[in-house]
Each structure stands twice: as C-alpha cells, then as structure tokens.
C-alpha cells in the first residue's frame, strides 16, 4: 500500500491517538525515566527503528506522538511507507533529537509499531489469500481493550475490511438475541424500527435458519460455525438474495477454500486476536560518535 493508497484508510483522529499514547507513557514512565536520567540532558542522539522480519509497517501516527510528547524537536524520516511490506534488516525510521527523550520513547513507540505492524502483517495475509475471488476478509470486535481504533486502523492498512466498530453502528443478532426477542423475525423487525439505517446480520447455525433470515430481511446471514459441505447449498439455497458471511475458527489454511465456495465474506477474529508482535529494535549512535548497542529490552 502506497501514500496515495493510504489517504483512502481512515485514520483515528488525533484524540484518539493522543490517549492511546498518554495511557502508554503514564504506565511505562510514571513519575521519571530513572535510566534515561543518568544521560547528560545535552547529550543529542541518531536512531534507527530496525526490522528484524519482514513485515507490513503500521503505526505511525503513534510513534510519531510518542516522540512529540517526549520532546517536539524530535525529527523523525519514514523510509517505509505505512502499509508497505519490510524486509528483514531494513531501515523502518530514523529519529534524531535529545537523547534521553529517545531512550525514554524507545519501548513505548516500538510497542504500538511492533503490535499494530503484527496486526496489519496478518490482515495481509489473509487479504492476499483470497485475491482474485470477490470474497471480502472482514475482522471482528475481538481486539486489546482501550486500542479498538488502533487495530482496526491496522487491519484496514493490512487490506482487510472492517466489520462493525462496536455495539452501537450495526445490529448483529445472535441466538441468545432471537431467543430473547421471542424469535427471529421479530427481533429483525424491531430492528428496522429502531434504527432504520443500520445493517442487519443475523447469526444462523444450519440451512433450516437461512430461508427465515432471509424471509425476515437480513442484510447478511453469518454462517457460524457451519460445516463445509454445507457452505456451497447455502450459497446455492440464498441465490443472491442475501449476503453470505462465514465466521468461526477461520485460519489461512482453510479461508482460501472457504473464499472458493462463493460466500461473500469471511470474518476473521484471529487477525486482531491472536498477536503477533514484529521484531523490531532501536539502535541509537550518539553526536560524539559513540557507537550505541541494541538498546531496546
């Protein structure tokens, strides 16, 4: 993914990273970097944010306001552009400013790149899984407390499309929901008089239920956990009549076969649940020419 690309991918807004960021800094810095402390307050320091796997980068906007909280004259040169793939041993970033505010930035800034480069990493994967069929990965509530926006920002940097945010843009009407409505059909129509504008997924488990979600004016059936022979009848059985959505223990080995059936998405909780952090690190080389180690954790 380009810069030009990327203008189209939503980023959260600037309150929103400014208290990802703050929480972060607060839990990590408290009242003082100890270690950072013990650097002359003059002292002025080159970076370098190295990757040590390739991986798709994402999280800019927060490592840039990690740095911009520390110190302002921090400057920081992308070679990467965000949503692009890295190699192993390229150069991610370069920073240069005080160096105690360098050092004190270091695992705060590399956290939130190596998590959300790992999320991106893997909606880049299952995204290019599918290409060439009209099947759309699409990934779910299951994210890190507190960091919803930044991950599904990630996922959309990966390629991937996002499902609902939260509870409150699209209803999403599982078992337990028709059960308490008093049954299917009910609780879509209550739905539509609540709030008119906004999707309707209803959750099925077998093909008995598709005709009803159909019949009751879903937007999408999700197809929960269905077994796979059942998948093409029920592509079959909805005729184009509904959108087919396949969710329920999806990994990479399987979503191409998945995609392959005809459904038209496929949601993916494993993108943002199971984490996966890039390895990356930070090397620092001071003005006066002291070569600097590895210094991240």
């Keep these: 993914m380009n810069d030009t690309e990327l203008k189209s991918v939503p980023q959260p807004s600037r309150a929103v990273i400014e208290a990802d960021v703050g929480r972060a800094l ?13 650097v002359p307050e003059s002292r002025m320091a080159q970076g370098s944010i190295i990757a040590r796997e390739a991986a ?3 999280g800019r906007p927060w490592v840039e306001e990690v740095f911009r909280r520390l110190d302002k004259s921090i400057g920081t040169r992308w070679e990467v552009a965000e949503g692009e793939w890295i190699e192993p041993g390229g ?25 959300l480069s790992g999320t ?32 599904k920002y990630a996922t959309r940097c990966g390629g991937v499309v996002n499902h ?31 709030a008119a504008g906004a999707p309707v997924t209803v959750e099925i488990e077998n093909l008995q239920q598709l005709e009803a979600a159909i019949a009751a004016g879903a937007d999408v059936v999700m197809l929960d956990n269905f077994d796979f022979a059942d998948l093409p009848k029920a592509v079959e059985q909805a005729a184009g009549r509904v959108q087919l959505e396949v969710s329920g223990g999806v990994d990479l080995e399987q979503v191409r076969r998945l995609a392959d059936t005809g459904v038209d998405r496929i949601s993916v909780g494993a993108i943002t649940k199971h984490l996966h952090a890039v390895d990356l690190s930070m090397r620092l080389t001071t003005e006066r020419g002291n070569a600097g180690g590895r210094v991240s954790e």
């Design 26 to 38: 607060e839990e990590d810095v408290g009242k003082g970097d100890l270690t950072a402390d013990l």
């Design 56 to 58: 798709v980068i994402c």
């Design 91 to 115: 150069v991610v970033c370069r920073l240069h400013g005080p160096t105690r505010a360098l050092l004190t930035g270091e695992r705060t800034a590399l956290n939130f790149l190596q998590f």
């Design 120 to 151: 991106a990493t893997t909606a880049r994967l299952f995204a290019d899984a599918v290409a060439g069929t009209p099947t759309q990965i699409l990934d779910t509530r299951k994210t890190i407390p507190g960091l919803r926006y930044a991950q």
């Design 164 to 194: 609902r945010f939260g509870l409150f843009d699209a209803y999403l009407i599982k078992e337990n929901h028709i059960i308490a409505c008093g049954g299917l059909t009910p609780a879509v129509e209550l739905a539509r008089i609540r």
